[in-house]
């Protein structure tokens, strides 16, 4: 019997085991910084996403397909799912393999949580498979083993909100601190300029020292709007979605990014702002009507100077990664 | 009779109009900066606290006489409540004058807002006579004028707290946008050192650029201590009780800092720093009993190496300045 148990593939007749053995992973877009909330803010989209099927194998180790357009690296170092998933499975001392097929996948190097988004797909979907030994938030420090590979920096302000739904504060790394912080219906546009901004580069342009007048101009916004999401207060919201540390350096490598800007809170945003390290630029709408138009809006801005783009409306996901269809 | 309404001196005794033509005012003492909120957030203390009485007068100027031991200045130019107060007259292109007597007060340079609880109790005072032309939180850009007096510098994060009660964030100065704060039952100890900081010199040893690691790490915490005021969440609000930009740089003006403060953790306080730019040293707890075992761990601190201090414990007082009895 015992052995039977643990040879999962004498059960395939079993719905149960079968739900255990393979299963598909729909895991967020997300948007981190925020505007204010610079490494430590983010928030999680309904699309676009990575969709992976995930399934135990008896092999031992990761064996990795990719059927998307991307031509993803299949060496499981250079995986970031892998990677995640690796570093989950050494913190249970676990010698269980997967088969992972990446299905569909946000495009690399867009700004909203790509590889974030497929870190958080590997550990979400072996927990699930393994019969949950961790929670969510206790996934975060995993999926941030693939951010460093991504980039070279455990940022854990994409992943969080990805695993975890909603928005997300990560107060401190050392301990690894994520806070949920709760939110009014709002809604999220993001528009995607097809233009490549690697985490890596938009990281090195930033000064290494800020004015304390502005430091404290950050701290109150941040403040703000965790304060306006508490208390359903659109207008703080909006009076809170300033960055005047990290976005006048980095919107220089987003052609157009004051116009769209501009744009987008003419169209009545509340606010707008560079999704991550950019290119994307997020705006936050407090009705799916506005959110649209501020789409539109966007998109024109980008249009009319040739830049293709894609544009994505959203309400903020509150469930983070799941089990797909 | 319409030159009667005006003339108040004709009703004296009339009850409504004796409460209206003289008052006694007591205004707390504050905290700012409440470790990682500098010059944004504060909160406000039961005691100690100014009392001042104030009255109408038909001088059409601000009379000013002092009880306190201070020898406060008395010229309405150089005193901060005399400042406060006719900003708020300008304001209202208002030639009334008052008569304020300073009955007892905050010793000066203590760092738990002195002068803030001077230019609050002025103008809310006056406030109050006048029939509340504005709100407490109108009133703030008042009393920041007196700060201007007293420090150089307009700042809000003492008297935003004197004036509303509570725990106040100063999300911005332009324009002044003053966000107050919930919080849960929790008490906060105060330690009076008995050497002088002036906060013109404190402010001048701060570095004017901070590494932007540093920053994010501060607004990281400012975030959780507001996510954790709103969710009664005591353990994360100790957490988020971390200054790693100004704390490091003052706390060498107040000997024994770093002694104080841990025998505050060691007591049993959610966490502990500098009160505004010192020499007070505060702590919160979540009793009263725990807020009582922190003074007398932070007394004998101070006690052990012969500094004279004094020591508060009180609630955080959700009022504000207030008519006193």
């Not at 909006?238 to 990014?257: K, N, Q, T, W, Y």
Request: net charge negative.
């Amino acid at each position: 019997m015992q052995r039977d148990f643990i040879n999962f593939t004498d059960f395939t007749d079993f719905t149960n085991f079968i739900n255990l053995k393979k299963i598909k992973v729909f895991s967020p877009a997300t948007v981190a910084n925020v505007a204010c909330g610079f490494d430590v803010l983010g928030f999680a989209l309904n699309n676009p996403g990575d969709e992976i099927s995930i399934e135990l194998n008896d092999l031992g180790k990761i064996v990795l397909a990719d059927e998307t357009p991307y031509g993803l690296p299949l060496a499981p170092e250079k995986n970031v799912t892998a990677v995640a998933l690796q570093s989950m499975l050494d913190a249970l001392k676990s010698k269980q393999g997967f088969n992972i097929t990446f299905l569909s996948k946000i495009m690399p190097g867009s700004g909203v949580g790509s590889s974030a988004a497929s870190s958080a797909a590997g550990v979400f979907g072996a927990n699930e498979l393994l019969g949950q030994p961790f929670t969510r938030k206790e996934l975060v420090q995993f999926a941030m083993q693939g951010e460093k590979a991504a980039s070279g920096s455990a940022h854990a302000d994409n992943v969080a909100p990805a695993l975890m739904g909603g928005f997300t504060l990560v107060r401190s790394y050392t301990p690894l601190d994520v806070i949920p912080i709760p939110s009014p219906q709002i809604f999220a546009t993001v528009v995607h300029p097809q233009i490549e901004v690697r985490t890596s580069d938009s990281r090195k342009i930033l000064r290494q020292e800020v004015p304390i007048k502005k430091a404290v101009e950050q701290w109150g916004n941040v403040a703000g709007l965790v304060a306006g999401l508490f208390t359903n207060d659109y207008d703080l919201i909006g009076r809170s979605l300033h960055d005047v540390i990290v976005e006048p350096v980095r919107a220089m490598l987003i052609p157009e990014f004051y116009a769209i800007k501009q744009a987008a809170l003419d169209a009545g945003a509340l606010g707008c702002s560079i999704s991550g390290s950019g290119p994307s630029i997020f705006a936050l709408s407090k009705t799916e009507k506005t959110a649209q138009k501020v789409a539109q809006a966007m998109q024109d801005g980008f249009n009319k100077v040739g830049i293709e783009n894609h544009v994505f409306v959203s309400p903020i996901n509150k469930e983070g990664v799941r089990i797909a269809e």
